[in-house]
């Protein structure tokens, strides 16, 4: 049996979470600080009301609007880096901000097991969103497929690459169902030695096609073992809203991985205060390495 791991990321030159609680957070991104819900943060604030009152902006939801209200002075986008990845930062009408913070741990387990893996590495990014796992595997030397099922999300991608000074390795951009191209993949005969997948409980893809987390994961688990090379190095999934637990996910990629030997981890990922020490939850992971 496993026993789960807390994932931590603490506070850094660009980024900290300053405080949290009754279901709000406060983080700071690079020059600026934002207020945003976040239903995980069933405690109290430590700090005064007034300090939150000076965010630079604050996420609102009404009865019949949401969005951003921002000091006159804020800029629309900024750049903030987590070691050598650098992030486009522009706060969007769902709250998000182009990047997960919590995601730093990962990033860097990827980038330790590509650079000691002693042989040329290729990664497939499923639901890769902005980036941050595509870069942090392009970083170590490894070879990437980016997929992602909006074309937003691909030229933000292709943005931080380019900040990053990654624009010229050997990537692959495909805006695309992420079940389809794996698929597509399998007829090709393509190979990979790492997945790397963030399954959203809901989504929609290229052309439409709707992905269910409860209807879909498991099947594509199955797809994506036929396109392992025979040597794989690593695979990770990482959960969000899916209500899901890292348990549930590891029962699921067991099966798929343990011919391979290799270890898996899993439980939480969170994310350090940088005045009170408490640890928010963010989401859940498993992974697989050789």
Known sequence: MLNPKILITK??????????GNEEKLERYGKYVLRRPDPQALWNKTLDEKEWKAADAFFFRDADKKGWKKNKEMQNEWMISFDNITFNISPTAFKHTGVFPEQEPNWNWTKELIKN??????ILNLFGYTGGATLAALSAGAEVTHVDGSKAAINWAKENATFSGLDKKPVRWIIDDARKFVMREIKRGGKYDGIIMDPPSFGRGGKGEIWKIEDNFTALLDECSKILSDKPLLF??????????????????EPIMKKYGGSFEL???TIEESKAGRLLPCGIFVRWSK
């Open 11 to 20: 506070p850094s030159k660009d980024y900290e979470l300053i405080d949290s």
């Open 236 to 253: 990770l999934i990482n959960g969000y809203a899916a209500g899901y637990s890292s348990q549930a996910y590891y029962n699921a990629l």
């Open 267 to 269: 439980g939480e990922l």
């Open 117 to 122: 893996a002693g042989r040329p590495v290729k």
